[in-house]
């Protein structure tokens, strides 16, 4: 039998964690790990818990969804992250996705979609409600028409060992795995993800990974070397 999806629920309405977790614990191939009432706990409980999706609200105190899924991000590759929020603007699932999100549902739809959303990107695919995808299209299009080129200059600057780096980091590989496999220390992996991030203008992991997608960069084009 399968491994079942181990989640984290990040919301501060108790009734909404509540409802999640009788929802959720009701698939059969979901298990419901943790809660957090804030971001702050958000990120604690996911670096203690390694779950394989956190399912995150946006407005919380004490560091907001999009802050703390930044954090688990940056700090845990493989775990996802959903979105679940009653904010339908599309600012706000441009911030969502900036900030490493593969997965955005509105609390309005969380009956129908939220399921869908985590096997989706459990799978490493993104989830979208279906009326924002018009959206993220409308993004791709204007980014590729205004940055390809500048993007194409800042790729041909980097090394080929930092090129090796950015394809593992597209990977999901942490500082630690991408040394193993390079036969580097930590701090040299380290430095080399800081060059990369300057030489492209990139300020997180969650923006390194997108560059790479862009650029065609795929896991499965990775051998094991």
Known sequence: MAEKIRLLVADDHPVVRAGLRML??????????????DGKTAVERALELRPDVVVMDLTMGDMDGLAATQEIVDHLPRTKVVVLTMHSDEEYLR???NAGATGYVLKEAVDTEIAVAIRVVQRGEVFLYPSFTRVLLGDLIQAEETDDSSEQNGYELLSDREK???RLVALGDTNREI??????SVRTVETYRARLMEKLNLKSRGELVRYALRKGIRPDELGDS
């Open 24 to 37: 959720l614990s009701a698939e059969p191939d979901m298990e419901v790990v943790g809660e957090a009432v």
């Open 95 to 97: 911030q969502a996705l």
């Open 164 to 166: 090796e780096v950015l």
């Open 179 to 184: 040394a193993e496999r390079l036969f580097l």
